[in-house]
């Protein structure tokens, strides 16, 4: 096995002869990699059912479509996207001619997370890969199997040069991080992404940090609370609840309060009140006993707080099993308020007007996503206006994921930059400025030195250019 130190010098040298790297070389790198993905179906299905308990129609629409949505759109475009485009110059300088060319930043580290780790490693190699880079992988320490699975599937399409897998715990990702990386891409928690953009600063590196935060959803007065319920329900205990943009709290109009509570127990029971053997197979485990003893005591907390749960709740510790939970009479002070929840618990806190949801948004750190149910423009258009956050979905949750032509990032704690399509070709380019200059230059007359006439025109340039 070689070294890290060895690989990314390798792919130092490599990246050199990448910058002029074709469409069509880049398109056959991408469509080799979907061929041997779609090929390895069976295996990313069962790794992920190994890591997480995923059933296959959730892997299918959430890790396989994913990836094969994303490589895709990029092969579809990647010759758009490489293009370089003429801009215009400015009446001082017409005599010259300017484009913007991208190209690539170099060597890049993509560091995935747990919840998502198959789509979450490819997805920013697609990106990579597009845009003409080499890239290192270091898949999460705490899914294996799908570790496993990506190196398995690296190592058939590329070689070490161009594209490796490092497998490890927390040391290996150190150890890369002392490396002098072009870009970094980093999906996890706002607390480590700090410890990543640290690292990078000692070498200058760009950085693209997928943080996540307390996504909140708004419900108002005029929301249709039917279509609201199986919604939420279903975007929020996806994949157990440990999604990046999952709703994390509700903050729900009174007058529809009590509805949108019997909607939500209305959905659990359909989804998945079976029984925990029936359960099982279509509900996501939690990812560790760690996770799985964070989320109970998070639960308690809760509950000792003084929320009520309206359904939900149940565990086994053997299984992983955390049955999603629905808490009611939940206050701004509740622990439960305070960090990402990050697993299947939705509080839900009662608010008497749209103000005070806006306020409450806005004293807090910018969430990664917000949600909004209501049927009135009006207040779509005061949300919008009066919130920040990295996404905005208005009567749905998540599906923002989904669509190519938007990016996908954070805002200040919730993230640094976005990818997603162009957006992640752009996140790994660097968008150079060329100028082509003619031998007619003007500014032969303004050398030095510098007489009264000479100033007289820059005046004139001031003014009139």
């Not at 002029?20 to 991408?30: G, N, Q």
């Not at 190699?125 to 799908?146: D, F, H, M, Q």
């Not at 607390?191 to 990543?196: A, E």
């Not at 359909?270 to 989320?295: E, M, P, V, W």
Request: aromatic residues 8%; charged residues 20%; glycine residues 6%.
């Amino acid at each position: 096995m070689q070294s890290i130190d060895t690989v990314f010098k390798a792919q130092q040298t490599k990246s050199l002869s990448l910058r002029d790297s074709t469409a069509k070389t880049r398109k056959s790198k991408l469509q080799l990699l979907l061929k041997n993905f779609l090929e390895m179906e069976d295996e990313v299905l069962s790794a992920l059912s190994s890591d997480l308990g995923k059933s296959k129609t959730e892997a299918l629409l959430a890790e396989i479509y994913g990836v094969k949505a994303e490589a895709n759109f990029a092969i579809k475009n990647v010759n758009s996207w490489m293009k370089t485009k003429r801009v215009a110059s400015p009446l001082a300088i017409s005599f010259s001619k300017s484009w913007v060319k991208p190209e690539p930043k170099g060597n890049v580290l993509i560091i995935s997370p747990w919840n998502y780790p198959v789509m979450l490693c490819l997805n920013p190699l697609i990106a990579a890969i597009s845009s003409g880079n080499t890239a290192v992988i270091k898949p999460s320490e705490l899914t294996p199997a799908s570790g496993k699975l990506v190196k398995k599937l690296i190592e058939k399409t590329f070689s070490s040069d161009e594209v490796a897998v490092f497998l490890g715990e927390k040391e290996v990702a150190q150890k890369l991080l002392n490396l002098p990386f072009n870009h970094i891409m980093f999906t996890g928690s706002p607390r480590v992404g700090k410890l990543v953009m640290e690292a990078a600063s000692k070498h200058l590196a760009g950085v693209t940090l997928e943080l996540g935060g307390k996504s909140p959803v708004i419900i108002d007065k005029h929301a249709n609370i039917k279509d609201a319920a199986w919604k939420i329900s279903f975007f929020k205990f996806a994949n157990a609840g440990q999604t990046c943009t999952a709703p994390d709290y509700i903050l729900c109009h009174e007058s529809v309060h009590d509805d949108l509570v019997s909607a939500l127990q209305k959905n659990m029971a359909q989804f998945f009140s079976r029984g925990i053997d029936a359960a099982t197979k279509d509900y996501c485990s939690i990812a560790n006993k760690h996770h799985f003893n964070r989320l109970k005591e998070a639960l308690q907390g809760a509950v000792f707080g003084g929320a009520e749960i309206a359904c939900g709740g149940e565990t086994d510790q053997g299984r992983l099993y955390f049955s999603p939970a629905v808490l009611t009479d939940v206050s701004y002070d509740n622990p439960i308020m305070q960090d990402e929840i990050f697993g299947p618990i939705l509080p839900i806190v009662k608010v008497k007007n749209l103000e005070e949801s806006i306020n409450y948004v806005n004293s807090n750190e910018k969430p990664l996503a917000l949600y909004l149910f209501s049927n009135k423009a009006s207040v779509q258009n005061r949300v919008l206006k009066n919130t920040s956050s990295g996404g905005m979905v208005i009567n749905d949750c998540v599906l923002h994921h989904m669509n190519p032509n938007l990016p996908f990032g954070g805002i200040n704690n919730s993230g640094v930059g976005s990818y997603h399509g162009k957006f992640g070709f752009d996140a790994f380019s660097h968008q150079k400025a060329v100028l082509k200059s003619s031998s007619l230059s003007p500014f032969k007359i303004m050398l030095p030195p510098y007489t009264k006439t000479k100033e007289s025109l820059a005046n004139l340039i001031k003014k009139y250019f």
